[in-house]
């Protein structure tokens, strides 16, 4: 166990290492002059910029540094959590996504659990009741290629517009958090779900399934107490990379719906060129989903007696 916890946190300091690379190569990358940024900023988009003002902005900044050079100096402040200042406020790029960080929080782990919470009793009555599970797995089919700015458009118009249940957008009320909260969930419904599906059709087919019916459990029984515990093993497996995705998601909303989070910050830093924002957020959703994916790694390998056996025996 400690030899595979070991492995585990080394491809974590792995992932996040080339993750930064390709944060900062890829943002460095865009279109447009970086200087020029720093400089609309502090004297106004209507300045003329000075070539020699200019020039010491790349001095300054080190962008006139060889790019490996100043990736090295951008990570060495990075892991201090220093990703210098927005452009647009000169305020700490950090503190900015962290200030918004909660909201996107709230929503990223809100959906996932609202998800989680609905797959589980979908997916055991599609397994115990033949005419649900045709519809469910058509329905999770149908919804896991629906994109989110679709599902926001029509949750709008249906709750918002025609019913006039819920506003149309922002944030700061629980009326407010229902239409953005289920945008999110509705992807990794689909997916839990299915999986779920899935797994608990392989637990019901088993020799221990059938031992347990022959003692005179009911099926309902059966698939509580031992279909699914086995079945929640691919869907923890799944939960690190589906966090990646539900704050994607997140990014979306957060513009849709006019959502002061994390996503929204840095779609507003990537419109203004805001390099330090948009770098400062980037790493820490990208931190967020690598920590995640390693966290479910490690929770299944304690949730699955196959795998805890297997480090017994070595």
């Known amino acids: 166990m400690t030899g595979r916890l070991a492995a585990q946190l080394l491809g974590l300091l792995a992932a996040l290492i080339l993750a930064s690379a390709l944060v900062y190569v890829l943002t460095v990358s865009l279109p447009g002059d970086p200087a020029r940024a720093v400089f609309r900023a502090q004297y106004g988009p209507d300045a003329n910029p000075d070539p020699a003002v200019l020039q010491a902005i790349r001095e300054e900044a080190g962008f006139d540094q060889p790019l490996p050079l100043q990736y090295l100096h951008w990570l060495t402040d990075a892991v201090r959590g220093d990703f210098g200042r927005s452009y647009t406020t000169q305020q ?28 589980l009793p979908a997916a055991a009555a599609a397994v115990r009741w033949r005419r649900a599970h045709g519809a469910t797995v058509a329905l999770t089919q149908s919804l896991y290629t629906v994109p989110d700015y679709l599902l926001a458009v029509l949750g709008v118009l249906v709750f918002a517009v025609v019913l006039g249940w819920l506003p149309v957008a922002g944030w700061g009320t629980p009326q407010a958090a229902v239409i953005p909260l289920l945008v999110v969930a509705v992807g990794p419904w689909a997916l839990f779900t299915r999986l779920t599906i899935t797994g608990l059709e392989e637990g019901l087919r088993s020799d221990w399934a059938q031992t347990a019916r022959a003692k005179g459990l009911s099926d309902a029984a059966v698939i509580r107490r031992h279909a699914m515990p086995h079945a929640v093993i691919p869907v923890v497996n799944i939960l690190g990379l589906s966090l990646g995705s539900a704050l994607s998601s997140t990014l979306i909303v957060e513009v849709i719906f006019a959502i002061p989070g994390a996503g929204r910050l840095l779609f507003d830093g990537i419109a203004a060129r805001d390099l330090p924002v948009v770098q400062a957020g980037l790493m820490v959703q990208v931190t967020l989903a690598v920590v995640a994916n390693r966290v479910a790694d490690i929770a299944v390998l304690w949730l699955d007696p196959v795998l805890r056996s297997s480090e017994r025996t070595r």
């Open 92 to 119: 700490p790029a950090g503190a900015l996504v962290l200030d918004r960080l909660g909201v996107t929080l709230v929503l990223s782990f809100g959906g996932l659990g609202i998800a989680l919470a609905l797959s």
